[in-house]
């Protein structure tokens, strides 16, 4: 069967630094995405993979292992706007997606 | 360029009632997608629509829900009869033609049965 493993929910502090692990076993692969969701909100786009290495976009960067079924979501210099649940997806041999169940992030102060 | 729009945004009915949910997909997105996100879990697809022809449904409940893209743009997605586990946010998502290409989710539709 295909799978997406994440952690269910992580604390941070304002201003430090978090990554968010996810791991995957599929029929495929073409793909993983991050979004973030907020709650009662729809999920956005965050960021795309394809290729083994990371992606920088601001303060969020995004790492994907091929080899290993492996990816993380780093979130730099925290704010109280990032608490929300982050959505690891990736795209299988049909081009469907699968989505992970989500990890849902706290930020203290 | 505006967003995918859904109504209703919330609706409470009781079991063995029916709903409809209407989405309408970005301009120009051919292909349109319908979620089922029960609390806690990610999104779970139903049915999958390029231009006006299904391309997936096998997760679609097809004894109760039922969908149609009749022209190609806007969709409805029906629950009928609805039961107490079809509680959940039901979203609506596109994207440019196929797979290959980001989703763009509505607001999505919160459904509580009672």
């Known amino acids: 069967g295909q799978n997406i493993d994440q952690p269910t929910e992580m604390t941070a502090t304002e201003g430090a630094i978090v990554q968010i692990n996810c791991t995957y076993q599929t029929s495929g692969f073409n793909g993983l995405f991050w979004y973030q969701q907020h709650a009662g909100e729809a999920p956005t786009f965050l960021s795309y993979?394809?290729l083994d290495g990371l992606e920088e976009k601001g303060r969020f960067s995004s790492f994907l292992s091929r080899s290993k079924g492996y990816s993380y979501l780093l979130l730099k210099e925290l704010q109280m706007k990032d608490s929300a649940s982050y959505l690891c997806?990736?795209?299988?041999?049909?081009?469907?997606?699968?989505w992970g169940a989500g990890t849902k992030l706290i930020i203290k102060p | 360029e505006a967003g995918v729009a859904q109504s209703p945004r919330y609706k409470i009915i009781e079991k063995r009632q029916s709903v409809a949910f209407w989405c309408n997909p970005i301009?120009?997105?051919?292909?349109l997608y319908w979620y089922q996100q029960i609390l806690g879990q990610g999104p779970k697809l139903l049915i999958q629509?390029?231009?006006?022809?299904?391309?997936?449904d096998s997760q679609l409940p097809k004894d109760r829900f039922s969908a149609e893209r009749l022209k190609g743009v806007d969709s409805t997605l029906k629950i009928q009869p609805a039961k107490l586990e079809d509680s959940a946010v039901y979203l609506c998502a596109s994207s440019r033609s196929g797979n290959r290409n980001e989703q763009f989710f509505g607001p999505g539709t919160r459904l509580t049965v009672l």
């Open positions: 993979n394809v």
């Open positions: 629509f390029q231009n006006n022809g299904v391309v997936d």
């Open positions: 997806a990736v795209r299988d041999s049909n081009y469907q997606l699968i």
């Open positions: 301009s120009g997105h051919a292909t």
